[in-house]
Every structure is written in C-alpha cells, then in structure tokens.
C-alpha cells in the first residue's frame, strides 16, 4: 500500500492487526513533520477502500466497520483504526489528544 515510502518521514510506528477474518485494526504513525501527514492519509483511504473490496467477499459483516474507519491526523501524528465502535475510538482520540 506504499507505506514504505514514508520511510525516511517515519519517526515510529505501532500496529495491531489481528490475524483471521476480523477487520479491527489500529495503526499509529509518528511523521517528522506535519506536512507528510496528508500523503499518508490517502494512503489509508486506499488501504481503507481495499479492506472493503477484500471483505465483502468473505465477510461482509466486516464492511461496514471498514466503511466508517476512523483516519485522523492530531499534529505529527496520524491514527487508523477501525473497530467495532469508531465513533467511541475517535473520541478516545479526541480525549487522548487534548482536543
């Protein structure tokens, strides 16, 4: 999905990707500057929208988590996550964030 070419734009990153045909998933990027966050985004928007194509074949009870996908951007850092209540994990965000 490209995101090896944020590479050099990378500070760290976490990921939780459970194995199976559970859609929930968490990515937690920190960008050395705020600008590349953007690019990263359509990236998961991508990522997003190939979740969904790939699901709806064999578990479509997964889309519509996938269809509502939380992709934030808080300063440097970028936050995908898709669960079983994204609106509850953006406010976690939120919450986290200070916003």
């Known amino acids: 999905f490209g995101f090896s070419a944020f590479e050099d734009q990378l500070i760290s ?18 960008l050395a500057d705020e600008a590349d966050a953007s690019s990263l985004i359509e990236k ?10 790939q699901y709806s074949d064999y578990a479509a009870q997964e889309v519509p988590k996938l269809e509502d ?10 936050i995908y996550v ?7 994990a953006a406010d976690v965000i939120d919450g986290a964030f200070g916003s």
């Open 69 to 78: 996908a939380v992709i934030v951007q808080k300063g440097n850092f970028v």
């Open 13 to 30: 990153y976490t990921a939780y990707v459970p194995a199976g045909i559970i859609s929930e998933e968490i990515f937690l990027f920190e």
């Open 82 to 88: 898709v669960c079983s209540d994204n609106s509850a």
């Open 44 to 53: 998961l928007e991508a990522y997003a929208s190939y979740q969904i194509s």
